[in-house]
């Protein structure tokens, strides 16, 4: 009787140690050190704001030399200032060559969703523009050895059109609402007017081992605010009010 109780303890005792150290095990394994998140990179843009490809070729593009690709989930959402009117028809700020090259890159996303591919891509045309020759963006497909075709037939059959729209809604529902182009966000908050130290914004906001190129980027003091805005407004009412804010402010408006 008494053998059988202790047996029935042994029993009882060694299922509570088994299945403690199991769950042991199990907790070891889900709480062992996740890595950290990467930091999200929005760019919220219209493909000929010239601020803009300023910003594409000279700023952002420096991410994929320089590391901090590796720890950035990098969004690109070619739409800006555009607007929706009456049964989806969209009318862009820089005229209907704009509404086209956005509707370009948005097909170059959905087409290559590797970001290196998609961005060499948006890059090459947007230095087209900086250069004043965004005419010849076909240019780019034989430049970077891309076949045309996927991007191509997105536009021809209405799927870029539709890409526009996700971007729309996208775009029109930030919050909060942007103000003018490039709106750079960085882990959901916008950089306003400080948007070209985007990477130090980045390192700030990565948790993880920062990449080498952050030492360089710690914030050392404040640095004034620039009165010169290189941004696009979305439109004359909001670019006046802005500007009597700052004063000199440069304006891209819509012509
Ligand atoms: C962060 O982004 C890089 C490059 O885009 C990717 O290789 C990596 O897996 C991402 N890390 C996490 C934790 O998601
Ligand atoms: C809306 O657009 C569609 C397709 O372009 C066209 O067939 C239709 O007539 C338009 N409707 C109005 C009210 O403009």
């Known amino acids: 009787m008494a053998a059988t109780a202790r047996l029935l303890l042994f029993l009882v005792a060694s299922f509570l140690a088994s299945s403690s150290s ?3 095990v199990a907790i ?3 709480s062992s050190p996740a890595s950290p998140r990467n930091v999200s990179l929005a760019l919220y843009y219209e493909t000929l704001c010239p601020y803009c490809s300023n910003f594409i070729v000279n ?3 420096k991410i994929f030399h320089d590391g901090l690709i590796s720890i950035v989930d990098l969004d ?3 739409y800006g200032n555009a607007r929706l009117g009456s049964n989806s028809t969209m009318s862009c700020q820089h005229g209907p060559n704009e509404c086209l090259l956005n509707t370009v890159e948005a097909c170059a996303i959905n087409a290559w969703p590797d970001l290196s591919i998609h961005f060499s891509f948006i890059y090459c045309v947007e230095h087209l523009v900086l250069e004043h020759k965004y005419t010849e963006w076909e240019s780019c497909f034989s430049k ?3 076949d045309s075709n996927a991007v191509l037939n997105c536009y021809d059959s209405g799927h870029g059109k539709e890409l526009e729209l996700q971007y729309a809604e996208k775009t029109d529902s930030l919050q909060p609402p942007h103000r003018y182009v490039p709106w750079v966000v960085v882990d959901g908050q916008p950089l306003y007017e400080d948007y070209e130290k985007f990477e130090a914004y980045i390192c700030k906001a990565y948790h993880g081992e920062p990449p080498e190129t952050c030492l360089g980027l710690l914030p050392k003091k404040d640095h004034k605010m620039k009165a010169d805005n290189h941004v696009s407004y979305a ?4 670019s006046s009010s802005i500007a009597a804010v700052h004063g000199d402010a440069k304006i891209d408006m819509v012509v």
């Open 144 to 146: 970077l050895g891309l």
């Open 28 to 30: 070891s394994t889900t």
């Open 235 to 238: 439109d004359e009412m909001i």
């Open 22 to 24: 199991f769950s042991r």
């Open 59 to 61: 700023h952002l593009s």
């Open 76 to 78: 690109l959402i070619p």
